[in-house]
């Protein structure tokens, strides 16, 4: 009969409870009017009379356990918060909306890994410039008819030449910016808002973004220039067969158009590239010597090349995205689909 007990103090020792309705069974066990306890106090009479005092320390001792082991269990569940506030834990989370990137950002982003990756580094300039930066140092002097090329925002028109103020029709204006203020060897990236006077269309906006390159070191030549295109276009695209064709732009010469060879696998592939399997994808060229000289690098001494790229275009192609005016719209049904990008 005691060792019963015993065994009974034993396992009340080892009970441990996953939740309160546990604890709950285990004090009915014990302590309920039909429980262990009750039916060993009316076995007490019939213990014999030398056992009896025995009998009762260790009935007590139970007693005790049970009475201790059930307050303490209960008020480890009570100080959980899923008891305090009634929240169940183990409900799976609410699941919070993340936003994501602008694709001109994450495309913008990507082409500064690919080319930093290659020892580029960011340089910037005011979106409001002067004449000089913009036109006449590039190897736009004024009259010039290439100025035509681009139509520009004047915010201010002096008459003496060469102070007129301008929305920066180009990016190109960081590459005067950054030689006059440094030597060779240079290789920035300068990325930024450029603004053209023109109807707003699916191909054309007031405002768009630019990327610049610009690399000016002893002995630079086109072929480091088209490597260093097709490593970019392979880094982004994943297609490193480019074609250079010959172009102009006032600040380089030789200039050329550079395109990507996308290939003609698919139907949006005749559509996107006319039938030819080749899109345009920015215009580069050995830095002009007259642009050199203006920013007081010896041309005798050093070469360089540039290129310059829309990236609202480059986002067109990765994209396939069919109207420019959808990057400004702010349809969410647009944006989102730009969550899972990394940059
Ligand atoms: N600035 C030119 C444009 O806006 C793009 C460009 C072409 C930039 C050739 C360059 C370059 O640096 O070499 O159309």
């Known amino acids: 009969m005691i060792e019963q007990i015993r065994k009974h103090i034993e396992e009340a020792k080892q009970f441990s409870a996953q939740s309160p309705?546990?604890?709950?069974?285990?004090?009915i066990q014990y302590l309920g009017k039909k429980g262990i306890l009750n039916d060993l106090f009316a076995q007490f009479k019939s213990v014999p009379n030398e056992e009896k005092k025995e009998f009762g320390?260790?009935?007590?001792?139970l007693k005790n356990l049970v009475n201790e082991k059930v307050a303490t269990l209960k008020a480890s569940f009570e100080n959980t918060a899923e008891v305090n506030s009634g929240l169940d834990v183990t409900r799976p989370g609410e699941i919070y909306e993340l936003g994501a990137r602008h694709?001109?950002?994450?495309?913008?982003?990507?082409?500064?890994?690919?080319?930093?990756?290659?020892?580029?580094?960011?340089?910037?300039g005011p979106e409001i410039e002067d004449d000089w930066h913009n036109f006449t140092a590039l190897n736009l002097p004024e009259h010039h008819p290439a100025r035509d090329m681009q139509d520009t925002f004047f915010i201010e028109q002096k008459q003496d030449f060469g102070t007129d103020m301008v929305?920066?029709?180009?990016?190109?204006?960081?590459?005067?910016?950054?030689?006059?203020?440094?030597?060779?060897?240079?290789?920035?990236?300068?990325?930024?808002?450029?603004?053209?006077?023109?109807?707003?269309?699916?191909?054309?906006?007031m405002?768009?973004?630019?990327?610049?390159?610009?690399?000016?070191?002893k002995d630079v030549s086109f072929a480091d220039l088209r490597q260093t295109l097709s490593y970019f276009t392979e880094a982004l695209f994943g297609k490193s067969k480019i074609r250079l064709r010959p172009s102009y732009f006032p600040f380089t010469e030789p200039s050329a158009e550079v395109d990507v060879y996308w290939g003609l696998e698919t139907e949006t592939d005749y559509r996107m590239t006319k039938g030819t399997g080749w899109l345009e994808i920015m215009g580069c060229g050995m830095v002009d010597p007259n642009v050199l000289k203006n920013v007081n690098i010896d041309p005798e001494e050093y070469t360089g090349f540039a290129f310059g790229m829309g990236i609202e275009r480059i986002a067109l192609l990765l994209y396939q995205i069919g109207d420019i005016r959808m990057y400004t719209e702010n349809d969410i049904r647009f944006l989102e689909q730009f969550k899972s990008e990394l940059f």
């Open 103 to 124: 694709p001109i950002n994450i495309v913008k982003n990507r082409i500064i890994d690919i080319f930093s990756r290659i020892g580029f580094t960011l340089s910037d």
């Open 21 to 27: 309705k546990e604890v709950e069974e285990f004090r």
């Open 57 to 61: 320390q260790v009935v007590n001792e």
């Open 167 to 205: 929305l920066r029709t180009h990016t190109s204006s960081v590459q005067i910016r950054y030689m006059e203020e440094n030597k060779p060897p240079m290789r920035i990236l300068s990325p930024g808002r450029v603004y053209r006077n023109e109807a707003i269309s699916s191909r054309s906006h």
């Open 207 to 217: 405002m768009f973004h630019q990327i610049e390159g610009l690399y000016i070191d």
